[in-house]
């Protein structure tokens, strides 16, 4: 599936939570939530870290 960085948190959310429904056919019980959540905001924050460090080195 491709990927492209969000422009926030909360849109990262969404568009899990989104996706997960699509290729699930349900939307997700509290536990799958709260891990795709957790999941969610640890790639979205690591995806910002790769943005900031490709800005320095092309600063």
Do not use: C, Y
Not at 8 to 29: G, N, V, W, Y
Not at 43 to 56: G, I, K, L, N, Y
């Amino acid at each position: 599936m491709p990927h492209n960085h969000a422009h926030s948190k909360a849109e990262a959310i969404h568009d899990a939570l989104e996706t997960f429904a699509a290729e699930h056919h349900h939307q997700p019980d509290p536990h799958e939530k709260a891990r795709l959540v957790s999941d969610t905001i640890k790639e979205w924050e690591h995806e910002e870290v790769d943005v900031m460090h490709a800005e320095t080195k092309t600063a």
